[in-house]
C-alpha cells in the first residue's frame, strides 16, 4: 500500500521560483509533463527505502524533465541545479533513476584505482569511495546529458558525512563533492542563491 506523501511547502516555494524564471517555451513544455504513479513511486521507495519525501513529491508532480516522452511530447527543461551554476540540471524519471542503479555497479574506487592514491582531493571525504555507485540515488542529469555532472542522494557516507547528503559529480577534473546535508537542504541552496541556474545563456 502506498504511504501519502506529505505536502512540503519547501517545495511549493522551490517551484514557484523556478516558475517565475523559466521561459514561456520551457513552461509551455513542462505543461505537457505529469507525475510518477503511486505503483512507480513505491518502486522507487523499494529500491531506495530511505528516498526523501520531497523528492518523491516532486516526482509525483513530473516524472522527469530529462528527455522524458509523455502524451502530449518530450519534455527536455532545466529544473535543479549545483554549486556550479552554469550547469542546470534535468530532473530523471522513476524509470531513469532505476535505470541508472542498476547500470552503476562499480564503486568510485574501482573506476579510478590509483588515481584516487595519486589525488585523494577528487573524493569528499565525506562520501565512501568503496560503495556501489548505484546505490546511490542519482536523481539529475546536467545539461549535456549528464556527461559533465550528475546529481546523487547518497545513503552510505563516510562517518564523517550525513545519510541522505547531496552529491555532486563533475567531470574534466573529475570530482565528487558533498554540497549539501539532504535534499531539503540542497533545495533551500538553490532558493539562497536564486536559482542562479536558470540564467539566460542557458536558453539562448
Do not use: W
Request: a negative charge; glycine letters at 8%; charged letters at 20%.
Amino acid at each position: 500500500m502506498s504511504t501519502p506523501i506529505n505536502k512540503s511547502p519547501l517545495l511549493e516555494t522551490y517551484l514557484a521560483g523556478v516558475h517565475e524564471r523559466l521561459p514561456q517555451e520551457s513552461l509551455d513544455e513542462l505543461a505537457l509533463a505529469s507525475g510518477a504513479s503511486a505503483q512507480q513511486l513505491d518502486q522507487l521507495r523499494q529500491a531506495y527505502p530511505l528516498c526523501p519525501d520531497t523528492l518523491l513529491q516532486l516526482l509525483s508532480i513530473y516524472n522527469g524533465t530529462y528527455h522524458e516522452k509523455y502524451a502530449g511530447g518530450t519534455v527536455s527543461v532545466y529544473l535543479l541545479g549545483s554549486d556550479v551554476f552554469e550547469y542546470p540540471y534535468y530532473l530523471s524519471s522513476v524509470e531513469q533513476i532505476l535505470k541508472d542503479g542498476l547500470a552503476n555497479q562499480r564503486s568510485i574506487a574501482e573506476i579510478y584505482g590509483h588515481y584516487l592514491d595519486d589525488d585523494p582531493g577528487i573524493v569528499d571525504a565525506r562520501i565512501d569511495a568503496g560503495i556501489k555507485q548505484g546505490r546511490r540515488l542519482c536523481f539529475s542529469h546536467c545539461m549535456n546529458n549528464g556527461g559533465s555532472s550528475r546529481l546523487y542522494i547518497d545513503f552510505t557516507p563516510t562517518a564523517s558525512g550525513t545519510c541522505g547528503q547531496v552529491v555532486r559529480f563533475l567531470h574534466d577534473p573529475d570530482s565528487y563533492l558533498v554540497i549539501a546535508d539532504s535534499f531539503d537542504a540542497y533545495l533551500q541552496m538553490l532558493i539562497d542563491d536564486e536559482y542562479a541556474f536558470l540564467t539566460d545563456e542557458n536558453f539562448d
